[in-house]
């Protein structure tokens, strides 16, 4: 297979809006994975003020070729207005690994 893996992070509000886009992802194959990782705070300036909030992030494993669905469900369905969402790629990993996270990334299957 040449589809690659990434990781894609996004910000969310709370745990709660985390994991209900994290089952989103995975019923639909956008992701085969995604980690939550809460009690993140950042710190970043909006609308010219500096704000400091407390987030959880995901931590998402999906691949290239699902990546354009992933991202339109998680513009679609995040609270906000312009959700932080950056796809980094896999250069390497356990190759175990990666053939599971393609094998599971199918969208429409």
């Known amino acids: 297979m040449t589809d690659s893996a990434l990781v894609v992070l996004c910000t969310c509000p709370d745990a709660t809006t985390a994991r209900r886009l994290a089952d989103s992802l995975i019923r639909e194959r956008l992701a085969a994975c995604a980690n939550i990782l809460p009690g993140l705070m950042s710190v970043y300036e909006w609308e010219g003020k500096m704000e400091a909030d407390s987030e959880a992030l995901l931590l998402i494993k999906t691949t290239t070729e699902a990546y354009p669905g992933l991202e339109a469900a998680l513009a679609r369905e995040h609270p906000y207005e312009l959700p932080e969402i950056i ?21 429409g299957r």
């Open 87 to 107: 796809a980094v790629s896999v250069d390497r990993g356990l190759e175990g690994y990666l053939q599971w996270v393609r094998q599971l990334c199918q969208p």
